[in-house]
């Protein structure tokens, strides 16, 4: 649970309650609260580390710099059944409706039979959520369902693109790199063109009859070497 992760968290290192917030998936306030105490009830704190969430070098790392992002251990797939509903353990069911709520608001392209397969819940419960008519909802907080362990990002991932791919919808692009290209190819246009005027300038006033001094190589430019009597 990532009430209980947190506290193992803050009892046990000396990470900062951001990172403790960002791996636990909690608001900050609720890891001051439980670091303070005054969280609604004790916590028996779940070591991350015995889970297979974590591991020693991770966490000394986030230690070494308050601004690291913990990484969650990738443990093995375990054997998954291939007919039935998905078995969520109980002491993570009581997390199914923030888990929903996260996709729902971050990804609402994704079907409900999606929401369905990848957390195991009913059609029912997701349309109340989606509807906000859930009996709970006042007490939902959208929260990254694998974080809360309740499917692995690779399955979380596959169902986004696949949804993404019934909508239509492109993949998103990150177009800073051409904005910038095309404002330093107008830049080097413009400079050209200037150079270009210059140029014609210089020449047409040579032509005109304005002869350039004897000590100037080119028209506007002298040379170094040569003295003038002047």
């Known amino acids: 649970m990532p009430h209980a992760t947190a506290s193992w968290l803050v009892e046990n290192t000396s990470l900062t309650f951001e990172q403790i917030a960002e791996f636990c998936g909690l608001h900050i306030l609720e890891v001051q609260a439980i670091a303070d105490d005054t969280a609604a009830t004790k916590l028996t704190?779940?070591?991350?580390?015995?889970?297979?969430?974590?591991?020693?070098?991770?966490?000394?790392?986030?230690?070494?710099d308050p601004n690291y992002v913990l990484q969650m251990h990738k443990a093995p797939d375990p054997v998954r059944?291939?007919?039935?509903?998905?078995?969520?353990?109980?002491?993570?069911?009581?997390?199914?409706?923030?888990?929903?709520?996260?996709?729902i608001k971050n990804h609402p392209e994704v079907s409900d039979g999606q929401i369905s397969k990848l957390i195991g819940t009913t059609r029912t419960t997701i349309a109340a959520i989606r509807e906000r008519s859930h009996w709970n909802m006042a007490n939902i907080t959208p929260k990254d369902p694998v974080t809360l362990g309740l499917t692995s990002q690779r399955e979380l991932d596959a169902s986004i693109a696949k949804a993404q791919k019934a909508a239509g919808a492109a993949a998103?692009?990150?177009?800073?790199?051409?904005?910038?290209?095309?404002?330093?190819?107008?830049?080097?246009?413009?400079?050209?063109?200037?150079?270009?005027?210059?140029?014609?300038?210089?020449?047409?006033?040579?032509?005109?009859?304005?002869?350039?001094?004897?000590?100037?190589?080119?028209?506007?430019?002298?040379?170094?070497f040569k003295r003038s009597d002047g």
Do not use: C, M, N
């Open 45 to 64: 704190g779940r070591d991350p580390i015995r889970a297979g969430e974590l591991t020693h070098e991770e966490i000394e790392k986030g230690q070494e």
């Open 81 to 103: 059944r291939t007919k039935g509903p998905r078995y969520t353990p109980v002491s993570k069911r009581q997390d199914k409706p923030d888990g929903i709520a996260w996709i």
């Open 172 to 224: 998103p692009t990150d177009e800073r790199f051409e904005s910038d290209r095309d404002a330093l190819i107008e830049q080097l246009r413009h400079e050209r063109e200037l150079h270009a005027r210059e140029a014609e300038a210089a020449l047409a006033a040579a032509e005109a009859g304005d002869e350039a001094p004897s000590d100037e190589i080119v028209p506007g430019i002298r040379d170094p």
